[in-house]
């Protein structure tokens, strides 16, 4: 079973900078990618950055290209979101998550971490 840990939410100021982390536990995990989605609360899941495991290959929404950077530790089976000019508008829950092998969609979700922008 594959469990996933955040770490790092908290609050910050506009224009501030905020490391999210998330440690993957579990027997031969080996992804296909992972990624960070955020959630505010009436609104639907959404997307922020995925990593291919193998290669690193990395994809942003439009939303925070530019500012967020998602990156792995293969040996540590951890993944970053590094978030940077952050805006009121990246308050959200973050969750990472993981897609296995063969899977269409993410299996695996931690249980989210708060980020608060604001003064």
């Known amino acids: 079973q594959v469990q996933l840990e955040e770490s790092g939410g908290g609050l910050v100021q506009p224009g501030g900078s905020l490391r999210l982390s998330c440690a993957a536990s579990g027997r031969a995990f080996r992804p296909v990618a992972m990624g960070w989605f955020r959630q505010v609360p009436g609104k639907e899941r959404e997307m922020g950055a995925r990593?291919?495991?193998?290669?690193?290959?990395?994809f942003y929404a439009e939303s925070v290209r530019g500012r967020f950077t998602i990156s792995r530790e293969l040996r540590r089976n951890a993944v970053h979101l590094q978030m940077s000019s952050l805006k009121s508008e990246d308050t959200a829950v973050y969750y990472c998550?993981?897609?296995?092998?063969?899977?269409?969609?993410?299996?695996?979700w931690g249980q989210g971490t708060q980020v608060t922008v604001s003064s």
């Open positions: 990593i291919r495991w193998s290669n690193g290959e990395t």
């Open positions: 998550a993981a897609q296995r092998v063969g899977a269409t969609s993410y299996n695996y």
